[in-house]
């Protein structure tokens, strides 16, 4: 059993460049979560997609952020002109759930750690 | 206003020592879940327990338990019987399915277990 899996681990960019994070969720679960952590904070929520639809996007995420997930499988997140700003732990979630249920556990992934330079 | 409050963002307990972790939530919904989820240094947030808003009994898991008491709106992790495994940052969190499908994280508080 696979869990929620990202690609890199580590992401090391100059500021004003585009990087794009993978996300691997579990293969049965529909919903997947992307979140944003900084130091000694909680994770903050960023967009989230049931299958292929994005359904929410945070008023935080700028216009810089786009995050697709072709075929409702994996996702990617990508942030074009990085600042430095941008540094934090980008996690990913994904969940099974049918319709609203309050008991809907995330599974994370371990995140990507990017440092903008 | 703050969806999760943890006012303890640092705490210590002895190894076999049981410890509480404090959260408290706002919300004007009847139906919503709190959840709490451990964070190793490797960074993957792991699920520890689930208390739905309806739920009469405080759930337990293993040497998890939640003290959830609605009315203050407080729903706090106990850990009993600490190992020095369970050192690690601690976020309560909120899902208020009828209001968006956010889940909303506490800043957390960093358990250490001492040998």
């Known amino acids: 059993d696979t869990g929620v899996s990202q690609d890199p681990r580590h992401k090391i960019t100059k500021r004003g460049q585009n990087v794009t994070f993978r996300c691997d969720p579990i293969?049965?679960?529909?919903?997947l979560y992307w979140y944003r952590q900084t130091l000694g904070q909680g994770p903050e929520f960023l967009t989230y997609?049931?299958?292929?639809?994005?359904?929410?996007k945070s008023r935080l995420l700028s216009d810089r952020f786009s995050a697709e997930r072709p075929k409702g499988s994996f996702s990617t997140l990508e942030i074009q002109r990085t600042e430095q700003g941008d540094s934090a732990m980008y996690l990913c979630?994904?969940?099974?759930?049918?319709?609203?249920?309050?008991?809907?556990?995330?599974?994370f992934g371990s995140g990507t750690q990017l440092s903008v330079l | 206003a703050q969806k999760i409050t943890q006012t303890q963002p640092g705490m210590f307990v002895q190894e076999k020592e049981a410890v509480t972790l404090d959260c408290t939530y706002d919300?004007?919904?009847?139906?919503?879940?709190l959840f709490w989820y451990k964070q190793p240094s490797s960074g993957e947030m792991i699920f520890l327990i689930y208390?739905?808003?309806?739920?009469?009994q405080n759930a337990t898991e293993g040497r998890y338990s939640l003290n959830f008491q609605k009315a203050r709106k407080s729903a706090n992790l106990v850990i009993s019987a600490s190992q020095l495994g369970d050192s690690a940052m601690y976020f309560c969190?909120?899902?208020?399915?009828?209001?968006?499908?956010?889940?909303?994280f506490g800043t957390g508080t960093s358990l250490t277990v001492i040998p």
């Open positions: 208390q739905g808003s309806y739920d009469e």
């Open positions: 293969s049965e679960h529909n919903r």
């Open positions: 969190a909120m899902r208020e399915p009828y209001t968006g499908n956010q889940f909303y």
């Open positions: 997609f049931q299958n292929e639809a994005q359904l929410e």
């Open positions: 979630a994904s969940s099974f759930t049918r319709g609203s249920a309050t008991n809907e556990k995330l599974f």
């Open positions: 919300t004007s919904d009847q139906s919503y879940g």
